[in-house]
């Protein structure tokens, strides 16, 4: 295999600085998780050499939707209305299937107005890394309990929590996702290496980061707060992720390391830690996200991983070449073809 060409100090395989994959400053409150997140697709993309201008930034409305703002500030961007991010994330798609599509939504924007929308785009397999950034409330709004807010949950201005949480993680495997993680803002690492692996994956990859509201939800006893998370985090595995030109071999005893290969050859390598958790079985997926709720724990990792789905360009049939590119005479029907279908209707 040959090794990538020598770069110069402080710059990646493509030649770009950290600087280049930078946005405009916050404007969340500070300590905000979602910036946490916002760092960590600055550290993914640069570490992989992705190329900004070949990125489509997409969002909805809430906190979480005002975050591609903060990087990649020569990407493209698309800010939507509330909850209708995918529907826009496939068009985008459709029409430059070439470009690398990251949508950062909520749990109010995915799990609430717009979960229609998020179960159809998972279950059509668009190409894109979806991050749902998951503080439980929606703090653009005062703090209103989201749909993942835990039940009982007691909130200053909203009263008590009745109604059970969503699982995000769960609606996208059964929706058939194939890339399904969770994770947690304060875990720098782990979310920069499944950002790494989500962003090489050839299909929709889901990513539901617990991301404290430091202003409404930062209670000790929310799941969603940080001393939470920093308290119960119960961690799958330890995870890796090598692109192919930098492949190395590893030195785990056999049994302890789990090499899963993506497509066009990276590959995530998955330590096991405290649980035996394979996450190509499907219904052990499922269990594992059901125990954590009852157990009270927060399971993060790669949750469930499978490629054999074809994505919606594949069933569709997309022209290889991206349909924004085609020339007018192939998208344009001509005016005999146009008479004919006329003439049908006489």
């Known amino acids: 295999m040959t090794a990538p060409s020598p770069v110069a100090p402080n710059t990646n395989s493509i030649g770009l600085t950290k600087a280049d994959y930078k946005g405009l400053p916050s404007t969340l409150c500070p300590g905000c998780g979602h910036d946490s997140i916002s760092m960590r697709i600055i550290d993914a993309a640069f570490s992989i050499g992705l190329k900004p201008h070949e990125v489509i930034k997409l969002s909805g409305i809430g906190c979480s939707s005002k975050s591609p703002a903060y990087f990649l500030n020569g990407a493209h961007g698309i800010n939507t209305v509330h909850g209708r991010m995918p529907s826009v994330a496939t068009g985008a798609m459709l029409a430059q299937r070439n470009q690398t599509a990251i949508g950062v939504s909520g749990d109010g924007d995915s799990g609430s107005i717009g979960l229609g929308q998020f179960k159809h785009i998972v279950r059509r397999n668009v190409p894109m890394v979806y991050i749902i950034e998951n503080n439980g409330v929606y703090g653009l709004t005062k703090g209103q309990f989201s749909a ?91 995870i890796t992720f090598v692109q192919e030109y930098n492949e190395i071999a590893v030195d785990y005893e056999p049994g302890e390391v789990l090499s899963v290969k993506l497509h066009e050859g990276p590959t995530i390598q998955l330590k096991k830690l405290g649980k035996d958790h394979n996450p190509t079985d499907r219904l052990s997926a499922l269990k594992l996200l059901a125990d954590g709720q009852r157990s009270g724990e927060l399971v993060t990792g790669l949750v469930y991983l499978n490629e054999s789905r074809k994505t919606l360009l594949d069933t569709e049939h997309v022209h290889e070449t991206p349909l924004a590119l085609l020339p007018e005479s192939m998208t344009r029907p001509s005016r005999e073809s146009l008479d004919k279908v006329m003439a049908s209707y006489a």
């Open 148 to 238: 993942t807010a835990d039940e009982g949950q007691v909130l200053k201005y909203a009263g008590t929590n009745e109604q059970p949480p969503l699982d995000l993680c769960a609606e996208a495997i059964i929706a058939g996702a194939g890339f399904v993680a969770r994770s947690f803002a304060g875990d720098a690492k782990q979310v920069t290496e499944l950002l790494k692996a989500a962003m090489s994956f050839n299909g929709i990859a889901v990513l539901d980061i617990i991301s404290p509201c430091v202003t409404f939800n930062n209670d000790d006893k929310s799941t969603k707060s940080y001393s939470y998370g920093k308290e119960h985090e119960v961690a799958i595995h330890d």
